[in-house]
């Protein structure tokens, strides 16, 4: 069974750094991409930042330029560096993984998407 399993989230003032992290339990070959999303009170969840199997990114534009995803080598960890942090910023931050699974001979796939349980950050001002 999938698990994703993350870390980092926590209490920090305005303009300081949080690094996130998150864990597949499956195999790497298995997945497309992880990334992470954020939902304040109220709001809907947003994309902050995904990586792709191939090393692609694409970042959410509240956050360009001050936070960075990245991979491990062996693609089953993902890693949120979170710099110059704002107290929009705070939400839950949820990691994300896309699976793409085999299911018949025809080669034929189905894709799909698990959540982890989500990690608080909290930016004071």
């Known amino acids: 069974q999938m698990q994703l399993v993350e870390s980092g989230g926590g209490l920090v003032q305005a303009g300081g750094s949080l690094r996130l992290s998150c864990t597949a339990s499956?195999?790497?070959?298995?997945?497309?991409?992880m990334g992470w999303y954020r939902q304040a009170p109220g709001q809907e969840r947003e994309l902050v930042a995904i990586?792709?199997?191939?090393?692609?990114?694409n970042y959410g534009d509240s956050v360009k330029g001050r936070f960075t995803i990245s991979r491990d080598y062996a693609k089953t960890t993902v890693y949120l560096q979170m710099n110059n942090l704002k107290p929009e910023d705070t939400a839950v931050y949820y990691c994300n993984a896309e699976i793409v699974k085999v299911v018949n001979v025809e080669g034929a796939t189905v894709r799909k998407y698990y959540w982890g349980q989500g990690t608080l950050v909290t930016v004071s001002s």
């Open positions: 499956t195999s790497a070959s298995s997945i497309k991409a």
């Open positions: 990586i792709s199997s191939g090393g692609g990114t």
